[in-house]
């Protein structure tokens, strides 16, 4: 079975410029979750997802941050414009039970 | 705020010698517990949930014990592929709440 995968890998971007990163979670996994760690820092949650629909965006930073879950699917994270502070390694992980979560590798995204 | 507190920051061990990792929590009404390893460059792997107090879970080397403070991941005879991040989380609902996590590097 094939795990929760996230693309690309890496992103390095200038200021001002606009990101989106995809989330492929666990197929029949209705939870799907944003995370990010900046660096230095805890994991921290960003947003949860059921199904389509946002159940909780309370750790989005601010409203340069944009998530949608397509059809139940596959969901992205835009950031529009990217700051620098947006620096980070933003983590994907999907649920069947809204308890284990399972992670993706990652996209380590670099604003210059 | 849920707050998860892990030490320690680094360990390191000789292979064989078994050692304890601390995840230290508070959170209102705990859903459960969990227990990933991290690799670099790569995601959280799951390893445990633990639910109530006096729960223990295993696997391999790894052995995960919970009271209702913290909790304690146990490393026995480690070998040098134990070598890796393992990070503590609470969830009092949905969400996780992280820990700093500990580097352990297991040398051969």
């Known amino acids: 079975e094939a795990g929760v995968t996230q693309f690309p890998s890496h992103s390095v971007i200038e200021k001002g410029q606009t990101v989106t990163l995809r989330c492929d979670p666990i197929?029949?996994?209705?939870?799907l979750y944003w995370y990010r760690r900046v660096m230095g820092k805890e994991i921290k949650f960003l947003l949860h997802?059921?199904?389509?629909?946002?159940?909780?965006e309370s750790g989005m930073p601010n409203n340069r941050f944009l998530a949608e879950r397509t059809g139940g699917t596959y969901s992205t994270l835009k950031v529009q414009p990217a700051e620098l502070e947006d620096s980070g390694v933003y983590f994907c992980a999907s649920s069947p039970s809204s308890l284990e979560a399972f992670f993706g590798q990652g996209t380590r995204l670099t604003v210059v | 705020e849920d707050q998860v507190t892990q030490s320690p920051e680094a360990l390191r061990l000789q292979e064989g010698e078994s050692s304890s990792l601390n995840c230290s929590y508070t959170v209102s009404g705990l859903r459960g517990l969990f227990w990933y390893r991290q690799d670099p460059g790569k995601g959280p792997e799951f390893l445990f949930t633990l639910y109530s107090a006096g729960e223990e879970k295993e696997k391999e080397r790894l052995k995960a014990t919970l009271t209702k403070k913290e909790s304690f991941l146990h490393i026995t005879a480690p070998k040098p592929e134990d070598s890796a991040t393992y990070l503590c989380a609470v969830s009092g609902d949905y969400k996780l709440s992280f820990g700093a996590g500990t580097t352990v590097t297991v040398r051969a």
């Open positions: 997802f059921v199904k389509e629909s946002k159940q909780d």
């Open positions: 197929s029949g996994h209705d939870n």
